[in-house]
């Protein structure tokens, strides 16, 4: 695609003579650049009042995808490097920059995140043997003998430094910005697509240098900056697609009442999603789009096209225009339904994403998949609903579906099967369409297929499933579920909550029951790597407070075993030890019930975390069933 510059006069209330404004506007300066003309060995600035960046999982994700779904419309196998010069360009918007500082006034986000992005695929090439100078020279450049990154902030740098390194940040302390920058670098190791293999990464490297573009607006004065970026905004230069689709759906409402009581409603309803993000009305039209109508999705491969899915997630206003039809917009009252229908379903993401931020034992399993990150929930739990359901059949099916989620993904990561988002999103959109607008009992039967496809078996996997940087989250996700259900079978309030909160300055943490110190148990092991991988199975880990976790990180099991069956502990590390089976006729009637392995120990070696992997088998089992899409 070309890259067509628009020149626009930028609305400044009028001064009191010609020559002032005059000297005002010749000031500004306009012009497309690619990402390496704007990030090769040159600085930026933040300054304190805007140096939050906020990115979330879901902004990533999709920057990702669009970045990666565009190379590879263009990208055909056997394609030598040169050949990239012909690709088409890609164009990200406008950045806002004043004073000699650079400030960026409008684009930190977007360039944060692209640099991110840039230090993902060094340390990738550096993996593989190659190496890219271009590359590093748009993450850092050299000054006066010193070397700092060109997103220049201060307070950023130990964070920027480790994940550059490819080394572990420790996010207790942190400040916000750093929490995000690590979290939404580790979304793009996750997020990257595997399409994108390593013999064409030097390709994409230059795609990204050399065909994205943006509008740089360069004012003289910082002033003169913020003066463009409000204009820009109040002037409606920078229309989004939600207000695009506005437009378009009530220019074909030809009825002035009914107009502007659309309008009415479409506004109020922006707001309130924006509450929630600051993109929330882009985000729910998006999941609507998809989860309601979109029919096709771009094949794994590279050369395919962008189908209903992937054009949804960006200019979607067009994709309505032109697939009208597909959404029965027939007639004006067509399109006076489809405010309707976005009133309603925006109630109903509304009220999805608040079960993702708040606990709700009614709906805790929409809290579950939220807390691992699965953004492509609110689009499989939208499909089932229909615009006549009422609020009881609605909470039903979410239920059904948020259940589902939550078995796949349990399913598949201790299969040790990605679920993010690049590798999932065919498989989401594929159930997607087989459960759209289902009736309660049809959801149970096409979920019930879809689960038995899945052939999970916990007995099958928890004997080599162990702890590593893939799979953490989960693990830890695994053993605050476990812990939280035995919590409530005793008829205590579950802790699940606190156990996975990692915001309180004395998180809950994994614990290995092993210390880390295989000299002293070298007879039990053929080598260091056999007492690595028994170390850290799932039947030799516990939850405990940080800095409970760190005190024992040395001691031996007789000594850990006082804590684990403390008021320091957890039911589910009490039952390590004698006294939680004195006594405690209600967890003894529980075992008896459900015949657990529960027994105490002694002492604790490869024997006892064997025992201990098939009761968490058992447990799992218990948690994560069928039961509930058979009638």
């Known amino acids: 695609m070309e890259i067509h510059i628009l020149y626009i006069v930028f609305g400044f209330k009028r001064t009191k003579n010609k020559k002032a404004e005059d000297k005002i506007m ?47 419309d263009y990208y055909k196998e056997g394609d030598l490097r040169i050949a990239v010069q012909d690709y088409g360009a890609y164009f990200m918007g406008s950045i806002v920059l004043a004073g000699r500082e650079n400030a960026i006034i409008d684009g930190q986000q977007r360039f ?68 995000n920058l690590y979290n939404r670098y580790q979304d793009i190791v996750e997020n990257f697509p595997d399409e994108i293999t390593d013999d064409m990464l030097l390709h994409f490297c230059d795609w990204l240098a050399e065909k994205v573009f943006f509008i740089e607006i360069v004012a003289t004065t910082e002033q003169d900056a913020h003066k ?51 993109k929330g009305d882009e985000i729910f039209i998006k999941s609507w789009l998809r989860s309601q109508y979109a029919e096709t999705i771009r094949e794994t491969k590279a050369g395919a096209v962008n189908k209903d ?10 994709w309505v225009r032109e697939e009208k039809e597909k959404l029965g917009l027939l007639s004006s ?27 709700n034992p009614d709906l805790k399993y929409i809290f579950y998949n939220a807390k691992l990150g699965f953004t492509l929930q609110t689009q499989m739990l939208m499909a089932s609903i229909c615009y006549s359901d009422s609020w009881n059949i609605i909470n039903e099916k979410l239920i059904i579906v948020s259940r589902f989620i939550d078995y796949m993904i349990i ?41 038995d496809e899945l052939n999970f078996n916990p007995f099958e996997v928890v004997g080599s499933f162990g702890l590593n940087n893939f799979t953490k989250k989960y693990i830890k996700h695994i053993l605050a579920r476990i812990t939280g259900y035995l919590e409530e079978k005793m008829d205590v309030a579950s802790n699940y909550c606190n156990y996975i909160d990692m915001d309180t300055k004395n998180p809950f943490e994994i614990e290995h029951i092993i210390t880390d110190h295989y000299e002293r148990f070298a007879n039990d092991y053929t080598d260091q790597e056999d007492f690595r991988r028994w170390r850290n199975n799932i039947g030799g880990l516990l939850l ?25 502990g957890n039911i589910y590390t ?32 490869k024997k006892e975390i064997s025992e201990r992997a098939k009761l968490v088998a058992e447990l799992m089992n218990l948690i994560w069933n069928l039961d509930m899409f058979v009638d």
């Open 112 to 179: 944060s995140s692209l640099t991110l992005l840039l230090i993902y695929l060094n340390n990738r090439l550096k993996r593989i043997g190659q190496s890219y100078n271009m590359i590093r020279t748009m993450i850092f450049s050299e000054s006066f003998g010193s070397k700092s990154f060109n997103i220049n902030v201060d307070s950023r740098y130990a964070c920027m430094n480790a994940v550059y390194n490819d080394l572990e940040f420790d996010l207790t302390d942190a400040q916000e910005s750093e929490k």
């Open 26 to 72: 010749k000031k500004i300066e306009g012009s497309p650049k690619n990402l390496k003309q704007l990030l090769q060995n040159t600085k930026y600035s933040i300054h304190y009042y805007q140096r939050e960046y906020m990115w979330q999982t879901k902004q990533i994700e999709e920057l990702i995808d669009d970045l990666t779904s565009e190379f590879l």
């Open 574 to 605: 009490e039952s390590l030890g004698e006294t939680a089976y004195q006594n405690n006729p209600r967890f003894i009637r529980f075992i008896k019930d459900n015949n657990l392995s529960f027994i105490p120990y002694s002492e604790f070696g």
């Open 411 to 451: 399913s598949r990561v201790t299969s040790y099967r990605s679920v993010d988002y690049s590798t999932i999103k065919n498989y989401v959109f594929n159930v997607t369409k087989s459960i759209r607008r289902l009736d309660i009992n049809e959801l149970k039967k096409v979920l019930k297929i879809y689960a």
């Open 309 to 318: 899915f992937d054009i949804i997630g960006g200019p979607f206003h067009k």
């Open 333 to 359: 009252t067509d399109y006076e339904e489809f405010i309707r229908k976005f009133l309603r379903f925006s109630e109903i993401y509304i009220h999805i994403r608040s079960a993702e931020n708040k606990f």
């Open 544 to 568: 405990l407070h940080k800095s409970i976790n760190a005190s024992l990180s040395d001691s031996l099991y007789d000594y850990k075993l006082k804590t684990y069956c403390s008021n320091e």
């Open 228 to 278: 463009i970026f409000v204009t820009m905004n109040d002037r409606g230069l920078s229309l989004t697609s939600t207000e695009m689709l506005k437009g378009y759906i009530l220019s074909e409402i030809p009825n002035d009442t009914i107009r502007e009581k659309s309008n009415a409603i479409w506004k109020e309803q922006v707001l309130k999603l924006k509450s929630i993000d600051d």
